[in-house]
């Protein structure tokens, strides 16, 4: 590898050429020993544009190269711009440094081996020394902040937090539920539980946790498959015995959805979620959005309708049903969406006059009035017919949730149930850790991931074993926790008192609440996730990533919430496989008065070499994308050859250079591939491959492959720049290599 910015192991320049200064032994043994350019080792000045106080020891060490009698220089020296060929030695003392590598990689019991050891090592230092306390912090980490909780300046604040989330969540909590298919008080269930145990071992200091819309969609989606069809009206169903048994299935849902929660925790699985994109969850939500709102408009309208997952099933319904259209649900519920964005626009318009809190009011303050106006005007009732003028929610049971572990086993339908969780799963870790990670970033805390998974999916555990279903974190309330100054988990304790406190004494106040202003709280909450920003912006900066937010829009619209997050990561994955099958090949130029090449389409003032066509491939060399980089590669050189005063300086193309510096890792079928590519190319069109920027991993497996000696020896440069100097030096002279 022939090399001045960097060095080489083979050159075709040696001092032996200069007759004023004799080769010093170093030069003689490191040459047949090391295969270094003896004019590197011994500070020989025959290397045109060789780095002056190169460091050869340093090049020794970070190549893995040991022992031998080379000695080495740092040395300042001045270079001759036109260095003089010498004869070339032969492969085997050239290729010496790839023999000095290890003799191949390591067998798969060796790096168990190893692994195992390490984490064995690792565990063990941190058991010695975290101490009694660490490890009693690492099983309650509320003790950790506990003992540094600064009362006087964050008791108030996360008080007033707490009591905020507290009275967003109630009127919240009641509406998801009924998304679920559940009685309202589940809603309460979900919201007390999960958040009084995340209180105590959650890591984030504002995450608000309980239920959300869009898990609660998928929920309801997937019981109603299940059992075939669910309750109008939760509160007072139909069929009891069959409410009751889509109540069991949900905890199982939640209970199954709490261990895998668990599991990717514990086993570290946290990547899982790298493979639905930002894009996709940005998309999923949007879709959910519109559908979740077109399916609270019937609670708006006045009309009793089924449940619909699609959006054009959903308008079916509402315009098949609009002869029972309800003027007076209509204008109380027009009405509580009017108030509710009336409060959410002041809260933002004048957050900076302290009156941000208007946000959090909206909720609650359209229950009251609700509340007061069923009961004022006796609008829950009708005397002349059997129908109330305005529905009411119903009673709601007083209390605190009931022991529910006695129903997690056996499970109604195994696959349906097991494949919910996972989908409720997948998305849930998704929306929790990503609004964690924002608010750890604005206030400026670092965010243990691993212990936020197990925080949530202990919570959900607790939650299956007190009648809850499946809760996360919420990006409405957990804003609200932020901006009214949550300092500490403490916060969600305090919410979880309130909740209780709602659970043993209020819920009997809720009873003629009007059904229309749950479908307001929720059309309004969930048309806030509608992601129009990030629409936009992946317009203007990724075209396929914004295909992919369609898609999985689209598709959740008119296809149901399930099957739109399943396509969205399958698009994801034929996308990430698509790029990595037709990896980026760029054509290299060298930038004027540097030894920088780059790519020639960025950078139009590149200069090109004579006779040597210079290319990048972006991606690892792996059996899907090795013939479309053979394509890529022989396009490339017919063009050149086509039209060589256009492309390579009125020279045809002898040489091919092949910088791999990006090419991270390559697999035995690249290798074979690589190995014939070599003779095709030579064969068909002429022109020799030269490979150069080489990393450590690719040189390892070129050295075991034997590729090198289907190259020829002095066809492998470290740097890209050496190996053009060098052929093109070679082309000069009327020398072309006839080896291979």
């Given at each position: 590898?022939?090399?001045?910015?960097?060095?080489?192991?083979?050159?075709?320049?040696?001092?032996?050429?200069?007759?004023?200064?004799?080769?010093?032994?170093?030069?003689?043994?490191?040459?047949?020993?090391?295969?270094?350019?003896?004019?590197?080792?011994?500070?020989?000045?025959?290397?045109?544009?060789?780095?002056?106080?190169?460091?050869?020891?340093?090049?020794?060490?970070?190549?893995?190269?040991?022992?031998?009698?080379?000695?080495?220089?740092?040395?300042?020296?001045?270079?001759?711009?036109?260095?003089?060929?010498?004869?070339?030695?032969?492969?085997?003392?050239?290729?010496?440094?790839?023999?000095?590598?290890?003799?191949?990689?390591?067998?798969?019991?060796?790096?168990?081996?190893?692994?195992?050891?390490?984490?064995?090592?690792?565990?063990?230092?941190?058991?010695?020394?975290?101490?009694?306390?660490?490890w009693a912090c690492w099983f309650l980490p509320c003790l950790g902040w506990l003992?540094?909780?600064?009362?006087?300046?964050?008791?108030?604040?996360?008080?007033?937090?707490?009591?905020?989330?507290?009275?967003?969540?109630?009127?919240?909590?009641?509406?998801?539920?009924?998304?679920?298919?559940?009685?309202?008080?589940?809603?309460?269930?979900?919201?007390?539980?999960?958040?009084?145990?995340?209180?105590?071992?959650?890591?984030?200091?504002?995450?608000?946790?309980?239920?959300?819309?869009?898990?609660?969609?998928?929920?309801?989606?997937?019981?109603?498959?299940?059992?075939?069809?669910?309750?109008?009206?939760?509160?007072?169903?139909?069929?009891?015995?069959?409410?009751?048994?889509?109540?069991?299935?949900?905890?199982?849902?939640?209970?199954?959805?709490?261990?895998?929660?668990?599991?990717?925790?514990?086993?570290?699985?946290?990547?899982?979620?790298?493979?639905?994109?930002?894009?996709?969850?940005?998309?999923?939500?949007?879709?959910?959005?519109?559908?979740?709102?077109?399916?609270?408009?019937?609670?708006?309208?006045?009309?009793?309708?089924?449940?619909?997952?699609?959006?054009?099933?959903?308008?079916?319904?509402?315009?098949?049903?609009?002869?029972?259209?309800?003027?007076?649900?209509?204008?109380?519920?027009?009405?509580?969406?009017?108030?509710?964005?009336?409060?959410?626009?002041?809260?933002?318009?004048?957050?900076?006059?302290?009156?941000?809190?208007?946000?959090?009011?909206?909720?609650?303050?359209?229950?009251?009035?609700?509340?007061?106006?069923?009961?004022?005007?006796?609008?829950?009732?009708?005397?002349?017919?059997?129908?109330?003028?305005?529905?009411?929610?119903?009673?709601?049971?007083?209390?605190?949730?009931?022991?529910?572990?006695?129903?997690?086993?056996?499970?109604?339908?195994?696959?349906?149930?097991?494949?919910?969780?996972?989908?409720?799963?997948?998305?849930?870790?998704?929306?929790?850790?990503?609004?964690?990670k924002a608010l750890a970033q604005r206030n400026k805390y670092r965010l243990n991931?691993?212990?936020?998974?197990?925080?949530?999916?202990?919570?959900?555990?607790?939650?299956?074993?007190?009648?809850?279903?499946?809760?996360?974190?919420?990006?409405?309330?957990?804003?609200?926790?932020?901006?009214?100054?949550?300092?500490?988990?403490?916060?969600?304790?305090?919410?979880?008192?309130?909740?209780?406190?709602?659970?043993?004494?209020?819920?009997?106040?809720?009873?003629?609440?009007?059904?229309?202003?749950?479908?307001?709280?929720?059309?309004?909450?969930?048309?806030?996730?509608?992601?129009?920003?990030?629409?936009?912006?992946?317009?203007?900066?990724?075209?396929?990533?914004?295909?992919?937010?369609?898609?999985?829009?689209?598709?959740?619209?008119?296809?149901?919430?399930?099957?739109?997050?399943?396509?969205?990561?399958?698009?994801?994955?034929?996308?990430?496989?698509?790029?990595?099958?037709?990896?980026?090949?760029?054509?290299?130029?060298?930038?004027?008065?540097?030894?920088?090449?780059?790519?020639?389409?960025?950078?139009?003032?590149?200069?090109?070499?004579?006779?040597?066509?210079?290319?990048?491939?972006?991606?690892?060399?792996?059996?899907?994308?090795?013939?479309?980089?053979?394509?890529?590669?022989?396009?490339?050189?017919?063009?050149?050859?086509?039209?060589?005063?256009?492309?390579?300086?009125?020279?045809?193309?002898?040489?091919?250079?092949?910088?791999?510096?990006?090419?991270?890792?390559?697999?035995?079928?690249?290798?074979?591939?690589?190995?014939?590519?070599?003779?095709?190319?030579?064969?068909?069109?002429?022109?020799?491959?030269?490979?150069?920027?080489?990393?450590?991993?690719?040189?390892?497996?070129?050295?075991?492959?034997?590729?090198?000696?289907?190259?020829?020896?002095?066809?492998?440069?470290?740097?890209?720049?050496?190996?053009?100097?060098?052929?093109?030096?070679?082309?000069?002279?009327?020398?072309?290599d006839k080896a291979l």
């Amino acid at each position: 590898v022939a090399g001045s910015q960097g060095s080489g192991i083979l050159s075709p320049f040696c001092c032996t050429s200069r007759p004023s200064r004799p080769p010093s032994e170093a030069c003689r043994s490191t040459t047949t020993n090391l295969a270094l350019p003896r004019n590197i080792l011994c500070g020989c000045p025959r290397m045109s544009g060789a780095p002056s106080n190169f460091n050869a020891r340093r090049f020794l060490d970070e190549n893995g190269i040991s022992g031998g009698d080379a000695t080495a220089h740092d040395t300042s020296l001045s270079y001759e711009t036109e260095p003089r060929p010498r004869k070339l030695v032969s492969s085997e003392a050239e290729l010496s440094l790839l023999k000095q590598l290890d003799g191949g990689d390591p067998s798969i019991a060796h790096v168990v081996s190893y692994q195992f050891n390490k984490h064995r090592h690792k565990l063990t230092d941190e058991f010695k020394s975290w101490g009694w306390f660490g490890w009693a912090c690492w099983f309650l980490p509320c003790l950790g902040w506990l003992r540094t909780y600064r009362i006087k300046e964050w008791l108030l604040l996360d008080i007033v937090a707490g009591l905020s989330v507290g009275a967003m969540v109630i009127p919240q909590g009641m509406s998801y539920a009924n998304l679920a298919g559940l009685p309202s008080v589940y809603g309460l269930y979900g919201a007390f539980v999960p958040c009084l145990v995340y209180s105590l071992l959650g890591s984030s200091r504002q995450l608000a946790v309980g239920p959300v819309a869009v898990t609660s969609t998928l929920l309801g989606n997937g019981l109603e498959k299940i059992f075939g069809s669910l309750s109008t009206d939760p509160n007072n169903p139909e069929d009891p015995a069959l409410q009751a048994n889509i109540n069991s299935a949900a905890i199982e849902v939640a209970f199954l959805a709490g261990v895998m929660y668990t599991g990717i925790a514990l086993l570290n699985l946290g990547w899982i979620i790298r493979f639905l994109s930002h894009s996709v969850i940005s998309g999923f939500m949007s879709g959910a959005a519109i559908t979740i709102a077109l399916g609270q408009v019937k609670y708006i309208l006045g009309l009793k309708l089924g449940r619909g997952s699609t959006i054009q099933s959903l308008l079916d319904m509402i315009f098949s049903n609009l002869s029972g259209f309800k003027w007076r649900e209509f204008v109380m519920g027009y009405f509580f969406i009017g108030l509710l964005y009336t409060f959410r626009w002041a809260g933002n318009r004048f957050a900076h006059k302290r009156l941000g809190f208007l946000r959090f009011l909206g909720p609650i303050t359209v229950v009251v009035t609700s509340i007061a106006v069923m009961n004022i005007f006796g609008l829950y009732k009708n005397p002349t017919t059997a129908s109330p003028y305005i529905k009411p929610i119903g009673k709601i049971p007083k209390g605190l949730p009931p022991f529910s572990a006695n129903h997690w086993l056996p499970l109604y339908d195994v696959s349906r149930q097991v494949t919910l969780a996972i989908i409720i799963c997948l998305v849930d870790v998704c929306e929790s850790i990503s609004i964690a990670k924002a608010l750890a970033q604005r206030n400026k805390y670092r965010l243990n991931y691993t212990q936020e998974l197990r925080a949530v999916g202990v919570a959900n555990l607790f939650g299956a074993m007190f009648s809850c279903y499946t809760t996360t974190g919420s990006f409405s309330r957990s804003a609200v926790n932020n901006s009214a100054g949550a300092k500490t988990p403490f916060a969600q304790f305090v919410c979880s008192m309130l909740l209780m406190l709602t659970l043993l004494v209020l819920t009997p106040i809720f009873t003629n609440m009007s059904a229309n202003v749950q479908g307001a709280i929720i059309i309004v909450g969930v048309l806030g996730l509608f992601d129009y920003s990030e629409f936009l912006y992946l317009y203007k900066v990724n075209k396929l990533d914004w295909i992919v937010w369609l898609i999985t829009f689209f598709v959740v619209l008119f296809a149901g919430v399930e099957i739109g997050i399943g396509v969205g990561v399958g698009v994801s994955l034929v996308l990430v496989i698509w790029r990595a099958a037709f990896p980026a090949i760029v054509k290299l130029g060298k930038l004027p008065d540097s030894a920088v090449y780059r790519n020639v389409k960025l950078f139009p003032d590149t200069q090109q070499t004579p006779g040597v066509l210079v290319m990048r491939v972006d991606a690892p060399f792996f059996f899907a994308n090795v013939e479309s980089i053979r394509d890529g590669i022989v396009r490339r050189v017919e063009e050149a050859q086509a039209t060589p005063e256009a492309e390579s300086g009125a020279a045809p193309v002898r040489y091919v250079v092949l910088d791999m510096g990006a090419v991270t890792d390559v697999d035995a079928t690249s290798i074979h591939w690589l190995t014939e590519f070599v003779y095709d190319l030579k064969s068909d069109l002429g022109v020799q491959l030269v490979l150069s920027n080489l990393t450590r991993p690719v040189l390892r497996a070129i050295k075991n492959g034997n590729v090198h000696r289907r190259l020829g020896p002095d066809h492998i440069f470290v740097d890209t720049n050496d190996a053009v100097v060098t052929l093109s030096t070679g082309l000069k002279q009327g020398r072309v290599d006839k080896a291979l």
